[in-house]
């Protein structure tokens, strides 16, 4: 079992190398001898260095467990659980009455389970923050950790904690460092009763196949745990109750790889970053076909033109926080979206960095786009003129302005980008709060929650792609717009007829 | 334990009653899941509450607390009526022919012959064997003799039927006949069972007569011994085995010999009166050795000033005039009879019953030194003392066990040397170093000003290397013993004279630090045995036997009962195998099996208990129903009552709950409240309620409840559990919470809320100087209480 240790696989580069033809190790874990000793547990916190507070208090009473989960400084724990059951020791429902004839004590060693298909490295967006050896170990580098706690969200068992002095996520590493030597993870070397083992995983999967036969003579449904979900796992449990894994600590039934995570990591990956490309395309095509949009003299008045005032100071202001907040969060966001483009994280100071930083710019960029939703709201709602020009996009877009009618202060492609801008934002919003804080919210919820920020990003971005590329390549005098604050007559009459006869009706 | 660790992978059933040890020796305990993985074996786990050893037993029965006896009567009566005996060894190797002289039966009213109210003890020599003209026990022809031991414990038995055992006990009858009908499977030559006891059955007032009744099932049943079987007690601490070895207790010296009283004027007439005569022609009675081992031991007390002349210098030793036992010393202290006290390594305020009376007790000492490796509740009893004590306290940091060297007896007896793994930090000093050091300082004060008697210290052999710093190894050298005119070590306790030529400081221990260096730290793993008796690992006594009464283990042709887990056998010339207990060339027939017993058998019958010569089941001194057996005997009528001041009694009409005490896997003792880590495994007092009495009282898990007695109270968190279920006894509803008694005031645990004036959740703040009329081991396990939510 010893051996240099090599990585088969390492989390957001998606390189995939076979770790079939390696020696699998792994844990066997015989609960039906456990006696609850919690020796494992003073083994993991002393051969890890785990940091303990000097003075704590008790947090649950739950039989003889006083922690309710593992932690980032307790990656070992013993699950309590006392059952209902009849004369034959067989389980009863768990709301049996007090008048059930007997009890069971059910004493289950928590710990990471070292999947061979890794939820947590599945869903990590850290290149190397999350490897898996060649010997299937999975191992957290937190050094490479970036604290997004997508792992917590990836994996199916609960297992990966997120520490809040060190912004980093820890779990169980299986004593990579012990078994790198050649040695036993710490807590098989303190179990007393031998009910830990550790070897290769066919070794251990005969042991418990034996055992499991041993117990199914006073329980019939004992078996090995061994999920298929997860590839199996380099943890594997005999129970006396396989067919009711829930009962030890809401050990998870069926887990697996969610589909959403699933989707997260490829397709929307792909289908993203293509609409992305296709985008950019379209508006070069546009660009070169149709060319940029000068204006046309329909002022008909000599130069120097009357210059009219179309932003205030305070609204390109807002303009400029909304849109260098986006940058931010976009180019943020792809750095973590995706392993190709990870090199923007350390361009904006590291995933680390990035991590706390995102969340907050996010929150910024929606104030921001908040008050100008309050401030442009009555010019942004859609009226039946904006239904004709909609209609007409074709040839607006090719150039043919004279054929549809004049906007008012804003015209009706850029109303649908704001709008689309707004809606995003608040579902960007509300997706990204429970990524912000994972664990306050359940892991369904967050699991959701990555898709639909991931998949609004997209949206956000593709829009503003389109507003970029209309608003500086196309229609020349609209960055000028948003910079000096003032645009000349003819432009105002180009481009927002009905604005531009207001605004030039009311002598400022 | 009669066997050891290592040999309880041999047995086929372990009986786990008054022990829970998957908790308490979790590392012992792998030997059981060996034996179940690998024999198959069955564990029944017999207990107050389901605990950890019930959660991987094959069959758990609940029983109210303190009813021990009636549950093991009714696994003899179980194994007589249903004939379930192993007949061959009960008429070798036990005294059941033996004749019994009428007189010592018990009444209806259950007492035993010989009672006398007024002192409130039995006259035992009314319990006594029929003798012939030799002096010898008279044997039945056969076990249907009515007088013979045999019919005299069917019929004492009989009256603990199933029907009785379920109406004493608690648990329903069939739960009583399943564990019966695997524990009492072991009568037969070709299995084994083990019994594996701890403290839940010496914590009782009835408590020596709990170990009795399980020695005769194992003795009737054949199982002492024998590879995987024995009465196997399961120590407390790591080298608990090792004190009580070398005459730790107040009433023994060294090696188990007896302790001089006022009446030994002499030594002649000490000897005479300890050293026991044989009770029959075939009995090796061992002990009439008892003078090669107590002049030996004062050679090795008193060296060269030990003569013939001056009686080997007996009269230097004290003579105890009385009671000196654990809660008689803290009463006499409490009285003010105590001035000073030496306390190593000994935290009384967390220890002993009745908390507030200890520390009311240290408050009257005029002073009080303390040898500690943490501030123990007892070094800082004085911060919650009620009154001002007048003690002065001296605080001795000491090294703990890992910063010295030396031995660690286990339960197996096996004697394992141990080495340092670093000094003591600062000025922490070993044990040891403090003992001399303070012997040193008296001894020259005896020197320079005589005093009142100062020859037992001027005539101490005290020739160490560095008198101020002895080490561990010459004490253990001094220990085994050596022939004083070659000045060899010793090899083995034959060797030891009455004359003077030989010393040893505990004979128990002669053969193990020999001239062929110090057996204790041996590391052979091998096990040629095949059974577990690693005979080349460390050193066990007597004289490295691995099982003890291993001849039992054989037939009377000297054969194995069961050739596959073979003790010791007779191959024509000698007996081979384990160290036989038995003389090596003593042919089948000619020398009884229980060689230190003058009946050179066991004992079914025993005269030598204050309390009766079968054991009976009688209530804890609180109980919570009168005795279902005989109303008019409740209690045990000899275990002394404590009637002073501090020493109330709680009734059951106002206190109408159940509570027993218990150590819990994740401390030791009061000791690992004060490590970080092991301090968070169990952080916070608790106090386990079960669940049908939670929703009686409107308790819910979590909640702050209170439990008093008339001595004190706790306060702590309920957690509610299924693991202990109401009962009826004799009609009545009885309900029983269990107390855990790691935490106190000092340590790293949470210290309690103030509302016992800043005691903290001390579990014996509860219990009561009440104790066991033989051993005087305190009543920890039951005790009556009041429970309240806060």
């Not at chain 1, 907050?360 to 020009?389: S, T």
């Not at chain 2, 249907?144 to 329903?172: A, I, N």
């Not at chain 2, 030793?317 to 036992?325: M, T, V």
Request: hydrophobic share 40%.
């Amino acid at each position: 079992m010893s051996g240099a240790l090599e990585i088969a696989r390492t989390s957001a580069t998606g390189a995939r190398t076979t770790v079939r033809d390696d020696e699998q190790l792994c844990m066997l874990i015989d609960v039906t001898t456990c006696i609850g000793c919690k020796a494992c547990e003073v083994a993991c916190v002393e051969w890890n260095d785990l940091h303990l507070e000097p003075e704590y208090g008790q947090k649950i009473f739950q039989s003889y467990q006083t922690m309710p989960e593992t932690s980032p400084s307790y990656w070992n724990l013993i699950k309590f659980n006392e059952i209902p059951v009849d004369f034959r020791r067989q389980p009863l429902a768990l709301e049996a009455a007090t008048d059930a004839p007997g009890v069971m004590m059910l004493m289950r060693k928590d710990m990471c389970m070292h999947c061979a298909e890794p939820g947590c490295l599945e869903a990590c967006p850290a290149e190397g923050a999350i490897v898996q050896y060649t010997n299937g170990i999975v191992d957290f580098q937190q050094d490479h950790c970036i604290g997004c706690g997508y792992c917590m969200t990836g994996c199916p068992f609960n297992i990966p904690k997120f520490d809040a002095k060190s912004k980093r996520v820890y779990k169980c590493t299986m004593c990579s460092d012990r078994v790198e030597n050649g040695l036993g993870p710490a807590c098989v070397k303190a179990c007393p009763t031998g009910c830990l083992e550790f070897g290769t995983k066919k070794d251990m999967k005969d042991r418990a196949a034996h055992r499991a036969e041993q117990v199914k003579m006073d329980f019939p449904n004992a078996g090995i745990y061994d999920p298929a979900g997860v590839g199996g796992t380099g943890v594997v449990y005999v129970l006396h109750h396989a067919d009711r894994p829930e009962l030890y600590g809401n050990l998870a039934r069926e887990p697996r790889i969610d589909p959403q995570l699933a989707f997260w990591k490829g397709p929307l990956k792909w289908m993203g970053g293509f609409a992305f490309g296709l985008s950019l395309a379209a508006a070069a095509i546009h660009y070169f076909k149709s060319g940029p949009r000068r204006t046309a003299a329909v002022a008909s008045k000599p130069e120097p033109q009357k210059e009219i005032v179309r932003y205030s100071v305070f609204e390109r202001a807002l303009h400029w926080t909304v849109a260098l907040t986006f940058l931010y969060l976009a180019l943020s966001g792809l750095g973590l979206f995706t392993p190709k483009l990870d090199w923007l994280l350390a361009v904006l100071g590291g995933g680390q960095v990035v991590r706390a930083w995102h969340p907050i710019v996010g929150c910024v960029f929606m104030g921001a786009v908040l008050i100008q939703f309050a401030k442009w709201f009555k010019d942004l709602l859609i009226k039946p003129d904006d239904r004709v020009w909609l209609k007409r996009m074709r040839d607006y877009l090719a150039g043919r302005d004279q054929n549809v009618p004049p906007s008012g202060r804003f015209n009706a492609g850029q109303k649908i980008t704001f709008w689309i801008q707004v809606l995003a934002g608040v579902v960007l919003l509300a997706s990204g709060i429970p990524i912000w804080f994972p664990e306050e919210f359940s892991r369904g919820l967050r699991l959701w929650a990555i898709v639909v920020h991931s998949s609004a990003a997209v949206i956000a971005i593709l829009s503003l792609v389109a507003h970029i590329h209309m608003a500086v390549f196309v229609t020349r005098g609209g960055l000028r717009a948003m910079t000096e604050g003032k645009v000349t007559e003819d432009w105002a009459r180009h481009h927002h007829g009905k604005w531009a006869e207001e605004k030039l009706r009311t002598p400022s | 334990m009669t066997n050891g660790w290592t040999d309880i992978r041999n047995t086929d059933v372990v009986l786990a009653m008054g022990g829970n040890p998957a908790e308490n020796h979790p590392c012992g305990f792998k030997w059981v899941i060996e034996a179940k993985k690998k024999r198959g074996a069955k564990l029944v786990s017999v207990d107050p509450r389901y605990n950890r050893t019930s959660a991987v037993s094959d069959h758990f029965v609940q029983i109210r607390a303190g009813t021990d006896i009636a549950f093991l009567d009714g696994l003899v009566h179980y194994t007589l009526e249903n004939k379930k005996y192993h007949e061959d060894y009960v008429k070798l190797h036990t005294n059941a022919l033996f004749l019994l002289e009428p007189g010592f039966e018990i009444n209806d009213d259950g007492l035993f012959g010989g009672w006398d109210a007024e002192k409130r003890a039995y006259d035992r020599s009314k319990w006594k064997y029929a003798l012939d003209e030799n002096g010898f026990a008279r044997r039945a022809e056969s076990l249907d003799d009515p007088t013979c031991v045999f019919q005299q414990m069917k019929k004492h038995f009989s009256r603990y039927t199933p029907e009785k055992v379920s109406e004493v006990c608690g648990c329903t009858k069939e739960d009583f006949l399943k564990a019966a009908e695997i524990v009492c499977s072991t009568g037969t030559a070709d299995r084994a069972g083990t019994i594996m006891y701890a403290l839940g059955w010496t914590q009782h007032s009835t408590g020596v007569q709990i170990i009795r009744a399980a020695a005769i099932l194992q003795l009737i049943l054949g199982n002492v011994g024998r590879a995987g079987g024995g009465v196997n007690a399961l120590r407390g601490h790591a080298n608990i085995q090792g004190g009580t070895d070398h005459g730790m207790a107040y009433h023994a010296l060294p090696g188990y010999l007896k302790m001089p009283v006022p009446s030994d004027a002499s030594m002649e007439k000490y000897l005479a009166r300890t050293t026991p005569k044989a009770l029959s022609a075939t009995s090796m009675n061992y002990w009439s050795n008892t003078p090669k081992f107590m002049v030996s031991l004062m050679k090795s007390h008193f060296g060269r000033a030990a003569t013939a002349e001056n009686d080997w210098g007996f009269h230097w030793l004290p003579k105890i005039d009385g009671n000196y036992s654990w809660v008689y010393l803290f009463d006499h202290m409490y009285q003010g009879q105590i001035q000073g006290l030496l306390d190593f390594g000994m935290n009384p305020v967390g220890n002993g019953p009745n908390t507030e009376k200890v520390i009311a007790a240290l408050g009257k000492l005029d002073w009080c030194v303390i040898a500690e490796c943490f501030p123990t509740e007892t070094a800082e009893f004085w911060t919650v003392s009620k009154e001002n004590p007048k003690t002065e306290i001296f605080l001795l940091p000491a090294g703990l066990f890992a910063e010295k060297d030396g031995s660690f007896t286990n339960s197996s007896r096996w004697a394992q040397w141990k080495f340092k793994a670093a000094p003591p930090p600062g000025e922490a000093k070993v044990d040891e170093e403090i003992l001399a050091r303070i012997f040193m300082r008296v001894r020259e004060l005896y020197r320079k000003e005589g005093g009142a008697f100062p020859d037992p210290i001027l005539n101490l052999d005290w020739t160490f290397k560095n008198p101020y710093v002895p080490t561990l190894e010459e004490i253990a050298r001094e220990i085994n013993g050596r022939d004083l005119a070659t000045g060899k070590q010793l090899s083995s306790f034959g060797e030891l004279k009455a004359d003077g030529t030989t010393s040893s400081g505990d004979w128990l221990y002669c053969g193990s630090y020999t001239e062929a260096g110090n057996l204790m730290a041996r590391r052979d793993p091998r096990d040629p045995s095949g059974l577990g008796q690693y005979e080349g690992w460390a050193w066990n006594w007597p004289l490295n036997r691995r099982v003890m009464y291993n001849r039992a283990s054989a037939d009377a042709q000297g054969r194995p009962w069961d050739p596959t887990r073979s003790g010791i056998q007779w191959n024509g010339s000698r007996w081979v195998g384990d160290t036989p207990d038995m003389k090596p060339d003593a042919p089948p027939g000619t020398l009884d099996a229980f060689i230190m017993l003058p009946e050179g058998v066991a004992k079914l019958w025993a005269p030598d208990l204050v309390d009766g010569p079968f054991p009976e089941h009688y209530e804890p001194v609180e109980y919570p129903v009168e005795n279902p057996m005989h109303p008019k005997t409740t209690r045990n009528p000899v275990a002394p009552i404590f009637q002073g001041p501090m020493d109330k009694l709680g009734a059951k009409e106002e206190y109408d709950i159940v509570a027993t005490t218990y150590r819990l896997t994740e401390h030791f003792h009061f000791w690992t409240k004060h490590i970080a880590p092991t301090a968070l495994l169990q952080p916070e007092f608790f106090v386990e309620v079960p669940e049908g009495l939670a929703v009686q009282r409107g308790i819910r898990n979590e909640d702050r409840v209170r439990v008093s007695t008339p001595r004190g109270s706790v306060t702590g968190r309920a957690l509610v559990t299924r693991r202990i279920h109401g009962m009826k006894v004799a009609g009545k509803e009885i309900w029983q919470v269990g107390i855990p008694i790691h935490w106190g005031f000092a340590g790293r645990t949470v210290k309690g809320d103030g509302a016992t004036g800043g005691r903290g959740p001390m579990a014996n703040l509860l219990t009561a100087c009440a104790v066991d009329p033989n051993s005087f081991t305190p009543e920890y396990k039951t005790f009556l209480v009041k429970l309240e939510k806060v």
